[in-house]
């Protein structure tokens, strides 16, 4: 069993946006693991493995423009199910 089942993939398109900024956020908000975020000050690509990925795109929608969301449940991809 995976501690954290849902790997979650997005976009941010805005303004002001700040890799380092969003992975303290969500470090210290959202628990989970595997956290990337990198891009520039208008667009981020977000990599996030967590049990509430909800509150991933809720935080994330709140600093701009979210699109490309995938969430996908590792536990059922690891059963050879479609996740």
Known sequence: MLEYKF????????????????????????EGDCLLAVGGDTLI?????????WKVVEY????????DIVIENMERQEKGLQG
Do not use: M, R, W
């Open 45 to 53: 690509k977000l990599h996030f493995h967590t049990n509430t990925p």
């Open 60 to 67: 994330c929608a709140s600093l701009g423009d979210v699109y």
């Open 7 to 30: 790997d979650t993939q997005l976009l941010i398109e805005g303004e002001n946006l700040s890799e380092n900024d969003i992975s303290a956020y969500i470090t210290e908000h959202i």
